[in-house]
């Protein structure tokens, strides 16, 4: 494959260690807001790259491979059933649901289960705003403002501070359960994780010495011969080819006549599908208009002008996702200058993180709202990001809004084979270094974990993955067992 790696850094493993500094240099992942300092420099990025060389010694590669069996691990049903608390009661069963249907769809609501088990596990030493959820279902399509379709992380609900390597964990477990649940065999799940690891390392490697505002400009368009660096092959082009038409056509105006019907009297209204799609109340419905009106604050300036020439005119409870469900999610469909001029906003009830308690989390006030850290973090994270992002509070509850399902998509990963699956795999990784590096230090992460060329930690997170497939699949096989026990109660799910 046709790597982007960097000649600056070709022989950076070999340069001798410098002293040992009086005070770790290695960069914080975020400041406390709001303040700034312009006056002091950072170290250079090679001090820090030593730094982070070092902290191999205290968390050698074969530590990240380690998963074992830990007598105080709790059950994992009960951490589900804990995960439940604030839900709606009534959309509970059909969370259930959804997590019944693989081992995959249970490692996407179970971000509670994992959570522990990392917590439990070896931490490198480096934090970064971490997305806390980079499963391979987090990658996705979306339009820029510019209306371009990139490829980048999507979902941020469980944004934190922590290590960089939960992430990349994460994600390789995702990688090796859902391409089990596919039907690939063992050499090419763990070819996938190697792939995935090696993305994260090659691209941590050539961003290191680049500078900040550099690693800040970097976006990954879709409708390119490139993908994250790689040439993709004529399996993957067309692949991204069919993904990326789909994802132009879903825009404001194929939503409405999707989800939307016009009344005798010419107005508009969303049509019910329950349970995913649902009427709500008079009350609810001024809560969540007043909501927006206090939303519309947290957008810079010539965006409240924007948005202040729409108007809503039907909110509807929305059923979304595997892992948000029970969440309240409402669907809000404004007009401008006529019924042609549609916008449809998401309005999102933002939990606590899977990783709080094992995690200092973000400073305040992000710490303070929970709609405001996932924004921020996904302004932090994003190469680019919806102009309409922001947070709110309804009914004393914390909410974040962005644009629904605008130039969205999804690329099959899970269903890929061969040469495709790892070009992906790769990319993966990719996009979770950058996403990292503009936040983190990419310079101590590169001393850590060393060349791409070297593969003992693509081994040792490839058996920390296979490892915990298999965890995985033995909690399945016990929520599964609580279902039939009685003990959870699954709905039926119109959308399976």
Not at 276 to 281: C, F, K, Y
Not at 397 to 408: A, C, G, I
Request: overall charge neutral; proline content about 6%.
């Amino acid at each position: 494959m046709d790597r982007a790696t960097s000649e600056r850094v070709e022989s950076a493993d070999a340069a001798p260690q410098s002293s040992a500094p009086e005070t770790d240099p290695v960069l914080a992942p975020i400041a406390d807001f709001p303040r700034i300092d312009l006056r002091t420099g950072v170290e250079s990025w090679d001090k820090r790259r030593h730094a982070g060389k070092r902290l191999r010694a205290e968390v050698p590669f074969a530590a990240q491979g380690t998963f074992g069996s830990d007598p105080e691990r709790p059950d994992p049903v009960a951490l589900i059933e804990g995960a439940h608390r604030g839900r709606q009661p009534h959309l509970i069963p059909l969370r259930v649901a959804r997590m019944a249907t693989s081992p995959f769809a249970f490692l996407r609501g179970a971000a509670h289960v994992m959570a522990y088990d990392l917590s439990r596990g070896p931490r490198s030493g480096i934090d970064v705003v971490m997305n806390g959820d980079a499963h391979t279902d987090n990658f996705g399509l979306f339009g820029t403002p510019q209306r371009d379709i990139v490829l980048d992380l999507n979902d941020f609900d469980e944004v934190t501070i922590g290590p960089w390597e939960w992430d990349l964990k994460r994600l390789a477990a995702g990688l090796t359960v859902a391409t089990a649940d596919a039907g690939a065999p063992a050499t090419a799940r763990r070819e996938a994780v190697m792939e995935a690891v090696a993305g994260y390392q090659q691209t941590m490697r050539r961003l290191a010495p680049q500078g900040s505002l550099e690693v800040w400009y970097q976006t990954t368009r879709a409708d390119t011969p490139h993908l994250a660096g790689l040439r993709l092959d004529a399996e993957a082009r067309a692949m991204v080819r069919r993904a990326v038409d789909k994802a132009r056509r879903r825009n404001n105006r194929s939503l409405l006549a999707q989800v939307a019907e016009r009344r005798t009297d010419g107005s508009w209204r969303l049509q019910s599908d329950a349970p995913i799609l649902t009427p709500v109340d008079d009350a609810t419905r001024e809560d969540i208009v007043t909501g927006l009106e206090r939303y519309a604050e947290t957008l810079p300036r010539e965006r409240r002008f924007m948005l202040d020439r729409y108007h809503v005119v039907d909110v509807a409870h929305r059923v979304v996702g595997v892992g948000s469900v029970g969440t309240r999610a409402y669907l809000a469909l404004l007009f401008g200058n006529s019924d042609a001029d549609a916008l449809f906003l998401q309005v999102k009830e933002a939990l606590t993180p899977a990783h709080a308690p094992y995690l200092p989390g973000m400073p305040a006030p992000y710490a303070d709202h929970q709609g405001e850290r996932v924004i921020y973090g996904q302004r932090l994270l994003q190469a680019v990001g919806d102009p309409l992002l922001g947070w709110t509070s309804i009914a004393g509850r914390p909410f974040y809004v962005r644009q629904m399902k605008n130039l969205k998509g999804a690329i099959p990963i899970a269903r890929m084979s061969g040469a495709s699956l790892l070009t992906f795999s790769y990319a993966y990784g990719a996009l979770l270094a950058r996403a990292h590096a503009r936040t983190g230090d990419a310079a101590a992460i590169t001393g850590y974990c060393g060349s791409g060329k070297n593969t003992e930690l693509a081994a040792a997170i490839a058996d920390w993955a296979a490892a915990y497939a298999e965890r995985n699949a033995a909690d399945f096989a016990l929520f599964r067992e609580a279902i039939a026990g009685g003990r959870l109660e699954a709905a039926e799910d119109p959308c399976l």
